[in-house]
């Protein structure tokens, strides 16, 4: 596609509850990153995946967050029991390497989750 | 673990000034350095990237320069637009992001 595309883009849930947001890729991006943006904050890293592999999983705030690149291409972010403090908006990016390094991040426009 | 500090927090000022945002980061062993800009309820707009082996970037009214000794960028914004307001990111390789600048440009 022409950018990174991400649903749903507001997500209201219970206390409790389980969410899951998908983030497509630009086309052919093999890298993806995952980050987690609290009001007035800057991102914070979640996770990141070059094609299938998730190859950093440190910035997962617990085990009930869960993240999933299955084909290399679509991801999903699973949030199990969600908690108050799981608010915040969720950004994905993608990116393909470039002169060795990691390349040009672009990004979604996020999927904001309020947990009531 | 890398740190990176972005200074000043905010800033406002009329249009027409030259502006200064300032980047520091604590490991200069990195790839690249990005600058983005975030509007509010937006996504990161991608504004600068600047490769290790590269000093400067420039598009149109930005230009921003790397210092990977001193572990330092600096963001240039010239002749400023009240649509230049916006809050100011800059990241290095993927994974930190400074807290950023949040300017606002008056007319």
């Known amino acids: 596609g022409a950018g990174v595309s991400q649903s749903p883009r507001y997500k209201v849930a219970k206390r409790g509850q389980d969410v899951a947001l998908r983030c497509d890729p630009i086309?052919?991006?093999?890298?993806l990153f995952w980050y987690q943006q609290a009001l007035g904050q800057g991102p914070e890293f979640l996770t990141y995946?070059?094609?299938?592999?998730?190859?950093?999983k440190s910035g997962l705030p617990s085990d009930r967050f869960f993240a999933e690149r299955p084909e290399g291409s679509v991801s999903t972010l699973k949030i199990q029991r969600t908690q108050k403090e799981d608010s915040a908006v969720y950004l994905c990016?993608?990116?393909?390497?470039?002169?060795?390094?990691?390349?040009?991040?672009?990004f979604g426009e996020g999927s904001r989750l309020t947990v009531l | 673990k890398q740190e990176v500090t972005q200074i000043p927090a905010a800033l406002s000022v009329p249009e027409g000034e030259n502006l200064v945002l300032n980047c520091s980061f604590t490991?200069?062993?990195?790839?690249?350095l990005q600058w983005f800009r975030q509007d509010p309820g937006k996504g990161l707009t991608s504004l600068l990237l600047?490769?290790?082996?590269?000093r400067e970037q420039t598009s149109g009214r930005l230009n921003a320069s790397l210092d990977k000794s001193s572990g330092r960028s600096t963001l240039y914004i010239a002749a400023s637009q009240p649509g230049d307001s916006a809050t100011y990111l800059c990241?290095?390789?993927?994974?930190?992001f400074g807290t950023g600048t949040r300017l606002q440009v008056f007319p």
């Open positions: 990016a993608s990116s393909s390497p470039l002169a060795g390094g990691p390349g040009e991040l672009f």
């Open positions: 086309s052919g991006h093999v890298s």
């Open positions: 995946f070059q094609n299938e592999a998730q190859l950093d």
């Open positions: 490991d200069s062993a990195i790839y690249n």
């Open positions: 600047i490769q290790s082996s590269q």
């Open positions: 990241n290095t390789d993927k994974l930190i």
